[in-house]
């Protein structure tokens, strides 16, 4: 697909209003206004999806049941329906790491969400496969405290990359 060839994003959260408003400023920083299905609007759901999905892509901030540590049916429904609608190739979902995630989803990108935010390069590199064109450079990450710095550094080393 050529490079900005993607219009629409979709972002579907939950409750978890850290990662809601971390993953809708990142994507704004990059230049990508997500739409959020759920807003107030004349339309139904449906109708907004199916108005913005051609050139669509999906971001799912998966979040826990209350006690529990599986994410929520109705996240999963929403998951299931963008894989199925868009192709798992557009669809990211971003998850914490103690959640417990179905064997069923492989082959879609699940991404850990971590507050050093390394799911960001995740994230930016399928934006930028799916056809986004998105600055990249954006999401370089800058440590707030300089001891964060070895973090990323262990990150990467641990991973067999460094």
């Known amino acids: 697909m050529a490079r900005g060839t993607r219009k629409h994003l979709f972002l579907i959260h939950g409750k978890d209003s850290t990662l809601s408003r971390d993953a809708e400023g990142f994507l704004q920083s990059l230049g990508v206004t997500?739409?959020?299905l759920a807003e107030n609007s004349e339309?139904?759901?449906?109708?907004?999806?199916?108005?913005?999905?051609?050139?669509?892509?999906?971001?799912?901030?998966?979040?826990?049941?209350q006690g529990s540590q599986i994410p929520s049916a109705n996240h999963l429904f929403q998951l299931g329906f963008f894989v199925g609608k868009l192709?798992?190739?557009?669809?990211?979902?971003?998850?914490?790491?103690?959640?417990?995630?179905?064997?069923?989803?492989?082959?879609?990108?699940?991404?850990?969400?971590?507050?050093?935010?390394?799911?960001?390069?995740?994230?930016?590199?399928?934006?930028?496969?799916?056809?986004?064109a998105v600055e990249s450079k954006l999401a370089v990450y800058r440590p707030k405290r300089p001891e964060q710095y070895a973090t990323v550094r262990t990150l990467v080393r641990s991973s067999g990359e460094g």
Not at 43 to 65: G, K, P
Request: glycine share 6%; aromatic share 12%.
């Open 34 to 36: 997500p739409i959020r």
């Open 43 to 65: 339309q139904t759901v449906v109708d907004r999806f199916e108005h913005y999905a051609s050139n669509a892509y999906a971001v799912i901030l998966l979040s826990a049941t």
């Open 87 to 132: 192709g798992r190739r557009y669809v990211t979902a971003i998850h914490r790491d103690r959640l417990e995630l179905p064997s069923e989803l492989q082959g879609v990108l699940c991404v850990p969400y971590d507050e050093i935010g390394i799911w960001k390069f995740a994230l930016v590199r399928d934006l930028v496969a799916a056809g986004f």
